[in-house]
């Protein structure tokens, strides 16, 4: 069985920064689709970001320029970097193996 694993979520000010880990075990990430989402209290589970087996990348047009996916195949682990977070980025966020895996989820919260 997969298990992934995220961390790095936390209280930041609005205009920071913060950078999510996600730990995959039970098969190596490096032929695999990674993917971010986030689910914000009220509202359904939403895309943000994914990278692909050669390093492409997709993100939502809410955090184009802010955000960055990337992945470490060596340490099995993809990471988002979010910057000049704003508070409607406010979510638990899940990290997603080929649309099949998930991880527990890591809240971040942005104050305003």
């Known amino acids: 069985q997969v298990h992934l694993a995220e961390s790095g979520g936390g209280l930041v000010q609005a205009g920071g920064s913060l950078r999510l880990s996600c730990q995959a075990s039970?098969?190596?990430?490096?032929?695999?689709?990674m993917a971010w989402f986030r689910r914000a209290l009220g509202k359904e589970r939403e895309f943000v970001a994914t990278i692909y087996w050669g390093g492409s990348t997709h993100y939502a047009d809410s955090v184009k320029g802010r955000f960055t996916i990337s992945r470490d195949n060596a340490k099995n682990t993809a990471y988002l970097q979010m910057n000049s977070l704003k508070p409607e980025d406010t979510a638990v966020y899940f990290c997603?193996?080929?649309?099949?895996?998930w991880g527990q989820g890591t809240q971040v919260t942005v104050a305003s």
């Open positions: 997603n193996q080929d649309s099949i895996y």
């Open positions: 039970g098969r190596n990430i490096s032929h695999y689709t």
